[in-house]
């Protein structure tokens, strides 16, 4: 099985920045497309941000394009997302999620999700 952490969130102020971390235990991690998605207060969960197995390819939501970067170290087992001018509309539980053989197409239907991290932003 593969295990996945994430860490990094926390209360901010709008304009703020954060870094998420998703840690990942078990088998075959380099391979994986990995990505983060987040759910909001009342709100279905979306994704937010996706990186193929190799760093390749990328994919961002409209709504963090410019603001978020995704970013993964696969000696280290951990991918990471970096979320800075946040807003409070950024308020919501951030997810880690992984796709064994597919591509971040396929990170809707991820093989393995984390726990979510709580990621507050103020206005």
């Known amino acids: 099985q593969v295990q996945l952490e994430e860490s990094g969130g926390g209360l901010v102020q709008a304009g703020g920045s954060l870094r998420l971390s998703c840690a990942a235990s078990g088998r075959t991690f380099s391979s994986y497309a990995m990505g983060w998605f987040r759910q909001a207060p009342g709100k279905g969960r979306e994704i937010v941000v996706g990186i193929s197995w190799n760093g390749g390819r990328t994919y961002y939501a409209d709504s963090v394009k410019g603001r978020f970067t995704i970013s993964r170290d696969n000696a280290k087992n951990t991918v990471y997302l970096q979320m800075n001018s946040l807003k409070p509309e950024d308020t919501a539980v951030y997810y880690c999620?992984?796709?064994?053989?597919?591509?971040?197409?396929?990170?809707?239907?991820?093989?393995?999700w984390g726990q979510g991290t709580q990621v507050t932003v103020s206005s």
């Open positions: 999620a992984a796709v064994r053989y597919g591509d971040i197409e396929h990170l809707s239907t991820a093989d393995y």
